[in-house]
């Protein structure tokens, strides 16, 4: 039975998007003709998946490999030499190891590294210029690739060359690891009613659009609603801290929960009115699927891969524009209930055309065919 690597070492204990995915293929991948080794870092694959990968013979092996940098490059270089026993390998984040020489599938999710090096902290432009050397390498050594979205594949042949196009293939994400943490919750007691953002505080999730719009509509908001951020908000400035302060100074209107447990999480879309999902570019999406399965109605940017992915599904609006963010969150507090149910309807129905299992099955094609 052949052999596969399944790089694993860019899942983290706090579940990422990234991680998110790596642990969603790896539970549906098909294991009966294939011998499967997944690697990862110590004490950073969630315990209920390593159980799960382990009753479908999967092999766990834990390795000091860092997540990304040239340390990573050293270290994997490494583990391949002392490990000459592979046929092919999967590689399911953008950090591909350049010392990799067996056939492998590569999949790239975004390229926010080119569009924000500056969300890359101290020497931003430096690390951007290693993340593009990384994925281009990968490009290049791998037999297959994946992205993530049509977005995604194209801004990859305009950044790397339209010699990869018969390389790279889209292969959308999926929903089902939601259902893990769709338990019941009481309504949170902060607003009667609320908008809910879900995501990080970086540059490109564009909560500065989204504090600007709530700024010039704030009047036409209903006194008993109001717009709950969750997620990490260690990169929100001192200055986007003092607008929400000056915002709530009157009457409070956005509430800041940072990192919640999945319980919370699921609680607070269970209550939410609507999701509303400013991002400037994503490489797929996955808050549109999570308003989806929530039967939440959506307010959604315009632009990257977010209007594929929600297709008929969504209220858009210009994330460049805080004017027409602030429109299209005034008319949709004013919508009809019937409205509102369609929106819902369209999203149930979207939600079809996405699944774990189906992302699965398509890699199973594509790693078959590397073995054979």
Known sequence: MKRVLIDGTTISKKIDGLSQYIL????????????????????????????????KGIDI??????????????????????????????????QFPVSLTI?????????????????????????????HWNVSSGMQLSKKVIAVSNYTRQELLRIHGKKFQDKISVVYEGWEHLQQRHTHMPKCSIFDRYLLYVG???????????????????????SDMGLIIVGNNSMLSSQQLHLIEKLNSQRKIIHLTGWISN????????????????????????????????????????????????????????PLSPDDMADKIVSFINMESGEKKKLIALGSN???????KITAKEIDKMIVELVN
């Not at 790896?26 to 159980?51: F, G, H, M, S």
């Not at 590569?106 to 931003?124: A, C, F, R």
């Not at 549109?288 to 297709?311: F, H, I, K, R, T």
């Open 103 to 131: 056939p492998s599938l590569y999949t790239v999710h975004d390229i926010i590294y080119e569009q924000y090096p500056e969300q890359l902290g101290k020497m931003g432009w430096l690390k951007s210029k290693f993340l």
């Open 200 to 222: 990080s505080s970086r540059g490109h999730k564009n909560l500065n659009g989204l504090m600007a719009a709530i700024q010039l509509c704030k009047e036409q908001i209903p």
């Open 263 to 318: 319980d919370e999480l699921s609680g607070y879309f269970q209550h939410a009115e609507g999701l509303i999902f400013p991002s400037l570019c994503e490489g797929f999406g996955i808050p549109v699927l999570e308003a989806y399965y929530y039967q939440l109605p959506l307010l959604l940017s315009n632009c990257s891969s977010l209007p594929e992915v929600a297709g008929d599904a969504a209220i858009y609006f210009n």
């Open 350 to 356: 979207r939600l079809l055309n996405f699944s774990w």
């Open 24 to 55: 969603n293929v790896v539970k549906y991948i098909d294991t009966a003709n294939i011998d499967y080794t997944l690697i990862v870092r110590p004490d950073q694959c969630p315990e209920e998946y390593l159980d799960i990968f382990k009753s």
């Open 61 to 94: 092996e834990e390795v000091m490999i860092p997540s990304i940098g040239p340390l990573r490059e050293y270290r994997f270089r490494k583990y391949l030499r002392e490990h000459q026993i592979y046929d092919a390998a999967f590689v399911p984040s953008n």
